[in-house]
């Protein structure tokens, strides 16, 4: 059973297990998947953490110019270690690359409980990613759970 088969199944009041018929939505969130698995896996990262919930082909640029993508460290969800995370620079990055950053920054906050990709935001908070402002744009990780 694939993680998104897993996610959608669930047990009616009769204790008799629901048949689950996967649609074409579905279909494509799992291919999706394996893409985002396969990403980052090859990025050189050993654990996929993230889970894309996001309405949108991962193909598709997710956010245009330069950006660097933000996540902020928290003690409650990530512990004593968690730290800022900040990418490098990216430039039209898709949503395929957004879930491979994702993925990183869950290992360097270590908030695993936040696992879902919703989408980008500005952040409300600002951070010292090591380039001027006016050359780039922040956006921060909206994870749920």
Known sequence: ?????????HI?????????????EDLQMEIWEKRIEEAILASGQ???RVIYSVEADVDKVAVEGKVVLVGFADD?????KSKNYHSEVLINPTWLE??????????????TH???????????????VGVREDDVTLYEFMMGS
């Open 76 to 80: 409650f969800w990530g512990g004593k």
């Open 12 to 24: 009616l009041d009769d204790d008799e297990p629901c048949v689950y018929e996967p649609d074409e």
């Open 114 to 128: 936040h696992s879902f990709l919703e989408g980008l935001d500005k952040p409300i908070m600002n951070m010292d």
């Open 98 to 111: 957004v879930a491979v950053r994702a993925n990183e920054m869950i290992r360097v906050t270590r908030d």
């Open 46 to 48: 050993k654990k996929v």
């Open 1 to 9: 059973m694939s993680k998104h088969e897993a996610l959608l199944s």
